[in-house]
C-alpha cells in the first residue's frame, strides 16, 4: 500500500515560531522555501522538506519526539558552523561519526557521514 508513497515533509511544531525561525535560518543557514501569514513555515531540505508550525488546537506540541538524520560528507565543517554560531552540540565518535545538537523546541538534528 505505501510502497509508492515517499516522505515530502516533515513537520515540528513549536512553541515559539521565532525562536525556531532564528535557529534553523540563521544558525544552520536553511532556506526557507514557502511562509504562511500566520508565521508557519516550510524549510527547504533537499528532497524533502521541514515545516515548523505554531502549537495550537489542531497541532498539540510534543517537543524533542522526533530526530532528523542529515547526511553530511564533512562534520569538521558543520562543527565548526556549530561552534562559531555558539550553537551547543556533541561530537560521537566510534564506528560511525555523528554530531548531534537540539533545536529550540527539543528535537534532535544528527549529522553523520
Known amino acids: 500500500m505505501l510502497g509508492a508513497a515517499k516522505i515530502k515533509t516533515i513537520t515540528f511544531v513549536t512553541k515559539d515560531l521565532a525562536r525556531s525561525r532564528d535557529f534553523y535560518v540563521n544558525r544552520l543557514s536553511c532556506r526557507i ?30 517537543g524533542g519526539g522526533a530526530f532528523l538524520f542529515f547526511e553530511a560528507s564533512k562534520l569538521d565543517e558543520i562543527e565548526t558552523v556549530l561552534k562559531e554560531q555558539g550553537t551547543p552540540y556533541k561530537r560521537i565518535t566510534g564506528r560511525r561519526d555523528f554530531i548531534t545538537t537540539h533545536d529550540p523546541d527539543g528535537y534532535e538534528l544528527l549529522f553523520g557521514v
Open 33 to 62: 522555501a514557502e511562509e504562511a501569514p500566520e508565521g508557519d513555515f516550510m524549510i527547504d531540505l533537499g528532497a524533502l522538506q521541514l515545516s515548523i508550525v505554531s502549537e495550537s488546537e489542531h497541532h498539540p506540541y510534543r
